[in-house]
């Protein structure tokens, strides 16, 4: 059974950090590329961050120089840290993972609010 528990979300001020982190269990971690994406009511789901199996990076242009994806293998883990948050940063964050073979597998969302 494939489970991406996503954590690490809450509330938080303009200008604070959060880190998320996404622990998978029922797939092979490690040849998997991980990505975060977000959804915020009414809009559509949106790629915030990339990582490939070889850690290869890539970013949405809104969050390049503040968020940051990094995977640790030996603990089948993805994160996201995320300094510099906006209002605009708001969201359900997702984790994804993606295989060579084409499957693909989403966790049930943790919950960002940045508000003063």
């Known amino acids: 059974q494939v489970q991406l528990v996503e954590s690490g979300g809450g509330l938080v001020q303009p200008g604070g950090s959060l880190r998320l982190s996404c622990a998978a269990s029922?797939?092979?971690?490690?040849?998997?590329?991980m990505n975060w994406y977000r959804r915020v009511p009414g809009k559509g789901r949106e790629l915030v961050a990339g990582?490939?199996?070889?850690?290869?990076?890539n970013y949405a242009n809104s969050v390049k120089g503040r968020f940051t994806i990094s995977r640790d293998n030996a603990k089948n883990t993805v994160y996201l840290q995320m300094n510099s948050l906006k209002p605009e940063d708001t969201a359900v964050y997702y984790c994804?993972?993606?295989?060579?073979?084409?499957?693909?597998?989403w966790g049930k969302g943790t919950l960002v609010n940045v508000s003063s």
């Open positions: 994804n993972s993606f295989s060579p073979y084409g499957t693909e597998y």
């Open positions: 029922g797939i092979i971690f490690s040849i998997n590329s």
């Open positions: 990582i490939s199996s070889g850690g290869s990076t």
